[in-house]
């Protein structure tokens, strides 16, 4: 397939880029290139027969428009968002400009492409969203497809509402659309504002570690490769209309998450053995969620797909790239709230 990715320059957008590549498809990247976009991101495939890069935002419609007609993709797979919940916080407008508004735009233009193109049955209009839009679990259960939205963040609340436009627009207008929620994404080229990241780096410069709250809040990590190779199994063999969780199998509390990854700072690099002598706890965000757990039943039974990797694998194989790959964190740095503690209301 020829596929259009929207944020492809983004922490999950270029692993799907990647993975798209590496798989056989073409790939055309629509990335605005806002402050957590790097093409660094998709360097190792940016000369590959089959990848082209369109600079554009997802609310400029007639920018949409003419990348529809030029490339004429297969597919769409949307992955443009705003996600960081601590500057959905402080700055609500732009998640709802971009996600809502943005989304609004795509599919409307995918609508009009689709049409102009015969409406053929073999387009699809992937939506990624997220686990967030659920809500908060208590300590036990798992979200289903079938759970009720409940929304705590303006972040969360601007995918659910991305989220409920998709569907509309397949009941209304009969656009082919597959959805799928995730759970937190970690691994190589994540945006060092992040929990992950932000440890490995923190570890590494031998400053606190912040932990919000008491490091209770439960999370269900998935290895962001993983991720990609579900999301393209979800577009090529989804059943349209539906919706897939997809999640990684391994639910850990954030104070867990971070002492592993000291850990493996502690092996990997221990002159600044024990790493965990920095963590600090800090005030807690704002309506922070408590437990977020995936049923991944539905994509293990009808696609056949299920996770490789485990949180002590995927999160080893994170720290180490960290640390082989200062060139492409460092200059991160320096980008507009990184480092700063963000969403305090």
Excluded at 15 to 35: F, Q, S
Excluded at 248 to 253: D, F, L, Q, S
Aim: charged share 25%; proline share 6%.
């Amino acid at each position: 397939m020829k596929i259009l990715i929207t944020g492809g320059a983004g922490f999950i957008g270029s692993a799907v880029v990647r993975h798209a590549i590496r798989t056989g498809h073409e790939v055309v990247n629509l990335d605005a290139l806002t402050y957590a976009a790097n093409l660094a991101n998709v360097a190792s495939v940016s000369n590959a027969p089959g990848y082209s890069f369109e600079q554009a935002d997802i609310r400029d419609r007639a920018a949409l428009d003419r990348i529809l007609a030029t490339h004429r993709p297969d597919a769409v797979m949307h992955l443009a968002a705003e996600s960081h919940v601590d500057r959905s916080i402080d700055g609500p407008g732009a998640f709802i400009e971009t996600n809502i508004n943005g989304t609004y735009n795509l599919l409307e233009a995918a609508r009009s492409y689709w049409a102009a193109e015969g409406k053929p049955d073999s387009f699809r209009f992937h939506h990624v969203s997220t686990d967030e839009v659920f809500g908060s679990l208590g300590e036990d259960g798992q979200f289903t497809e079938e759970t009720p939205y409940d929304p705590r963040s303006p972040y969360s609340a601007s995918k659910a509402a991305s989220d409920h436009l998709v569907r509309a627009w397949h009941e209304t207008y009969g656009l082919p659309v597959v959805l799928s929620n995730c759970s937190n994404n970690y691994g190589p080229f994540h945006f060092p504002e992040k929990l992950v990241p932000v440890v490995i780096l923190k570890a590494l410069a031998g400053e606190p570690i912040p932990v919000y709250g008491d490091g209770g809040n439960i999370r269900d990590w998935l290895y962001v490769e993983d991720h990609a190779d579900a999301l393209l199994t979800v577009l090529e063999s989804g059943q349209l209309g539906r919706s897939y969780n997809i999640g990684g199998e391994n639910e850990a509390k954030n104070i867990d998450l971070v002492r592993t990854i000291c850990a493996h700072m502690d092996a990997l690099r221990p002159a600044g053995a024990p790493h965990a002598n920095l963590i600090t706890f800090v005030a807690d965000r704002p309506g922070h969620d408590r437990r977020y757990a995936i049923d991944p039943t539905r994509i293990r039974e009808e696609l056949g797909w299920r996770p490789s990797v485990t949180v002590e694998e995927g999160l080893r194989r994170t720290v180490e790239w960290y640390l082989d790959n200062e060139d492409w964190w460092r200059p991160l740095l320096d980008r507009d709230g990184v480092g700063k503690r963000l969403g305090t209301g």
